[in-house]
């Protein structure tokens, strides 16, 4: 008999009628014994269906094999569908990311610290000034945040596009190549470009040959559809993976070149001013350059940087380095190279006006059509410290960045880390000397770590004397040292006359991966008296134990740069003075090969090599104050 449906029961389940319960006993016993039985038969049954299965030899197991039912579902013995668990896919690269810094290693989530008192900015009376336009904003906060990840996914697009190739400033590689341990000679120039010119400097009597510190080549692989969009001749349009170097020089131009035959992809770019620096193609792949000017030598007085569309030359903006606003208002150069967070679509670049500009570019840019516009609207942040003169605020360093973290240095020897979201200074210290080296970062065990170091410069008020250059990893974090160590070097302390050639650390350091993962590699110019001598030197990164040291008879101030071959052997490619490239073992010091780069119709010309190289697929492109330009491929 069915229950009525409107009335509710406190028991939800059915209660028989109460009857004689001993039969019920006797059969509830028998039921549990069966049941039980039941049970440790299967649990018999299952074990030995399972060493049949890992047992070929067994009687059973042909009997008890795992099958596949109607469904195509994999069936135990038993009966029981077996499902097998889908291992989680290794991560794939992209063929537009590096891969020297495969798998991303950063994990991204390490917190800012709280640094001492000496180092906050209340500890050393810091002023701080956001503008918008001429608006001093209070409390501010960027809308769209700025957020960088593992320089893995610092570019959407192949090649080295920045200064040390992202925001960590640690890879001036791309690509690996064979090297033959049978052959004597594993350096071999195979193209020059020896047109680049000269233009006078606007305050002193000499003129800007050649490229400059730091002068660093980029190396964009297009896509073939942005390649079609701009302005290249029509042989090298039409090429397939075609690699194109710019680089900017001392005579006023940027130039572009084929990187595998050294020949023009298309007309210099005239800016008519000097550039010193390194400049920055968009991360996106988008056809934008952003280029900052070394001296005031062009149109008097409209000194800055600017950015240009690649596929006509277009001047899209330009911020002037005259800047009223700044503490240092009489300079304008920028020497920094450029960083893009992509997603924020945001312009960070440091200035000699001692400002760091941030700037929301607002860009659009239709591949199909090529129509490419920019609306950049600019926040600018500057500081000072008690006791510090504007004029000693310049940057010069380019910033490496981590999340939302900026790092970089001043002419006063201020190292500052500043929080990019809210435009503050986080924690600043003074170092032993001036530094125009860009700092390097890296995560490890959940600690974030700075590499730096300075140049001889002001430590004693002569022309010539020998000085240290000092060394450091910082916790970038709090700002405090973990190690700390110096080299003596020389240097002639000649900036008012012109031939400032400053000893110490001018190269940027090298963070070592894969095989050298455990060292930081540091070089030291002017260590055996006024214009002779370099030192590298590899660190323990632990603890900063010297492991090995290579010794060079001519100085430079160009950075050393960490390749790797097939195989992932390390080695370091180091310029110098002489125009000479040495090819060192960087497990242990020793040099495997070298050569001196010459131009053909000038073998005696003495080719100083001040910028940076990069090496891209075996291909190594530096430029050199003897106005040339050079390829030299690794074998």
Not at 587 to 597: A, H, W
Request: proline residues 4%.
């Amino acid at each position: 008999m069915g229950r009525p449906e409107n009335v509710r029961y406190e028991n939800q389940f059915y209660r028989p009628r109460r009857v004689n319960n001993n039969g019920l006993y006797i059969l509830f016993f028998v039921t549990v014994v069966l049941v039980i039985t039941t049970i440790v038969l299967a649990v018999v049954t299952l074990k030995k269906g399972k060493k049949d299965l890992k047992d070929p030899t067994s009687a059973s197991s042909s009997a008890n094999a795992i099958t596949t039912d109607d469904q195509g579902q994999t069936v135990d013995p038993t009966g029981i569908i077996v499902v097998t668990p889908t291992p989680t896919p290794a991560p794939t690269i992209e063929d537009y990311q590096n891969q020297h810094l495969y798998p991303a290693k950063a994990q991204m989530d390490v917190q800012i610290g709280t640094p001492k008192d000496q180092y906050s900015p209340s500890g050393r009376g810091t002023t701080e000034v956001v503008y918008r336009e001429n608006e001093k904003l209070t409390d501010y906060h960027r809308e769209d945040e700025i957020h960088f990840g593992d320089p893995l996914y610092y570019q959407q697009v192949g090649g080295i596009l920045t200064f040390r190739g992202n925001n960590f400033r640690n890879c001036a590689t791309w690509g690996t190549f064979s090297l033959d341990p049978a052959k004597e000679q594993h350096l071999e120039q195979i193209w020059e470009y020896d047109k680049i010119g000269a233009l006078n400097s606007s305050s002193w009597s000499f003129s800007w040959f050649g490229t400059l510190w730091t002068g660093q080549p980029l190396a964009v692989k297009w896509s073939y559809n942005v390649q079609q969009l701009m302005n290249l001749y029509p042989e090298k349009k039409a090429k397939q993976n075609l690699t194109e170097i710019i680089i900017a020089a001392g005579d006023g131009y940027i130039y572009f070149f084929d990187l595998e035959d050294g020949q023009k992809t298309r007309d210099p770019l005239k800016v008519g001013f000097t550039i010193k620096g390194t400049p920055a193609v968009d991360p996106r792949g988008y056809p934008i350059l952003y280029v900052g000017q070394g001296d005031d030598n062009g149109e008097k007085g409209r000194i800055g940087y600017r950015i240009f569309n690649l596929m006509n030359f277009e001047e899209i903006h330009y911020q002037a380095g005259l800047d009223s606003r700044a503490y240092r208002s009489t300079w304008g150069a920028c020497d920094s190279s450029p960083i893009i967070n992509a997603e924020a679509d945001t312009l960070i670049y440091p200035s000699e006006n001692g400002m760091i500009y941030t700037v929301k570019l607002n860009t659009q840019f239709n591949p199909d059509t090529g129509i490419l516009t920019m609306n950049p609207q600019t926040i600018a942040y500057k500081y000072i410290f008690e006791g510090v003169e504007g004029k000693q605020l310049g940057i010069e360093s380019s910033m490496a960045i981590y999340d939302h973290y900026g790092w970089c240095t001043d002419n006063a020897g201020n190292l500052i880390c500043i929080d990019l979201n809210s435009m503050s200074l986080v924690w600043s210290r003074k170092l032993d000397d001036d530094s125009d080296v860009t700092p390097v970062l890296e995560e490890d065990n959940g600690h974030v770590y700075l590499y730096t170091g300075t140049e001889v410069d002001w430590q004693r008020n002569e022309l010539d004397y020998q000085g240290a250059s000092y060394t450091y990893k910082f916790d970038a974090m709090t700002g405090d040292v973990v190690w700390q160590t110096s080299q003596d070097c020389h240097t002639h302390n000649g900036a008012n006359s012109g031939d400032d050639v400053n000893g110490g650390m001018l190269g940027t350091p090298i963070v070592g991966k894969g095989s050298i993962s455990n060292l930081v590699i540091f070089s030291y110019c002017m260590t055996k008296g006024q214009y002779s001598g370099n030192l590298l030197v590899a660190y323990d990164k632990q603890t900063g134990d010297v492991v090995w040291k290579y010794e060079m008879k001519m100085y430079t101030w160009s950075s050393p740069v960490d390749i790797y071959d097939d195989n992932g052997n390390a080695y370091v490619l180091i310029c110098d003075s002489y125009g000479q490239v040495h090819l060192v073992d960087a497990t242990n010091g020793q040099r495997l090969s070298y050569i001196r780069m010459t131009r053909s119709d000038n073998p005696d010309l003495k080719h100083n090599v001040e910028s940076s190289p990069i090496v891209v697929d075996g291909i190594m492109v530096v430029g050199t104050r003897g106005q040339s330009i050079f390829g030299v491929k690794i074998s």
